[in-house]
Nanobody, 120 residues
């Protein structure tokens, strides 16, 4: 059974920092591309950052220079270090795992989400 469990969300003031964690089980973590998404109230879920099995990363323009995604393959963990948080970063953050066994076959798994609230 695949499980992705996020943690580390909470309340923070603008300019503050949080570190999100995603614990994965039931997958061959090292073979999965991992990503953080977020969904603000009334908005669509959007990609925040992605990290490939090899450690290549990509970020949404809105978080570049502020957020850092990382992974620990030995522990099957993914992280999102969020600095200089802004009120517009308020959202539920989700962990996603993606395994592509072929160009036409993709398995995706999602966590339940963790709330991040940036208040002034």
């Amino acid at each position: 059974q695949v499980r992705l469990v996020e943690s580390g969300g909470g309340l923070v003031q603008p300019g503050g920092s949080l570190r999100l964690s995603c614990a994965a089980s039931g997958i061959i973590f090292v073979r999965n591309t991992m990503a953080w998404y977020r969904q603000a109230p009334g908005k669509q879920r959007e990609l925040v950052a992605v990290i490939t099995p090899g450690g290549n990363t990509n970020y949404a323009d809105s978080v570049k220079g502020r957020f850092t995604i990382s992974r620990d393959n030995a522990k099957s963990m993914m992280y999102l270090q969020m600095n200089s948080l802004k009120p517009e970063d308020t959202a539920v953050f989700y962990c996603k795992a993606e395994f592509r066994s072929s160009p036409f076959s993709v398995a995706e798994y999602w966590g339940q989400g963790t709330q991040v609230t940036v208040f002034s």
